[in-house]
């Protein structure tokens, strides 16, 4: 089992920052792959960004990629996910996901979430 809690989600103006941590605990951190997911009312689920455990691959969104960076600190326990030049299209509940397996871009392989940030984005 894993539990994961985000936060930093928030109000921001086009073109500035935030940052979201994703705190885990239940299993050792650096078994899992860590993904963002974001979501607004009506769609589906999106993948934003991955990174597996122990090699630190990254994988982007090209809807993001170039602004939104993904890392994280296994002897914290967190990742993080860094996002720049913020776009009103960018405004979600963003989700914090965990899977045991190699980095995946589909959310239904990934077994354990987080309750979710909403980020918004004002023109």
């Known amino acids: 089992q894993v539990q994961l809690v985000e936060s930093g989600g928030g109000l921001v103006q086009a073109g500035g920052s935030l940052r979201l941590s994703c705190v885990a605990s239940?299993?050792?951190?650096?078994?899992?792959?860590m993904g963002w997911f974001r979501q607004v009312p009506g769609k589906e689920r999106e993948f934003v960004a991955a990174?597996?455990?122990?090699?630190?691959?990254?994988y982007y969104a090209d809807s993001v990629k170039g602004r939104f960076t993904i890392t994280r600190d296994n002897a914290k326990n967190t990742g993080y996910l860094q996002m720049n030049s913020l776009k009103p299209e960018d405004t979600a509940a963003y989700y914090c996901?965990?899977?045991?397996?190699?980095?995946?871009?589909?959310?239904?392989?990934?077994?354990?979430w987080g309750q979710g940030t909403q980020v918004t984005v004002s023109s």
């Open positions: 996901a965990a899977r045991t397996k190699v980095a995946s871009i589909l959310s239904p392989e990934y077994g354990y």
């Open positions: 239940g299993r050792t951190f650096s078994s899992v792959t």
């Open positions: 990174i597996s455990g122990t090699d630190f691959s990254t």
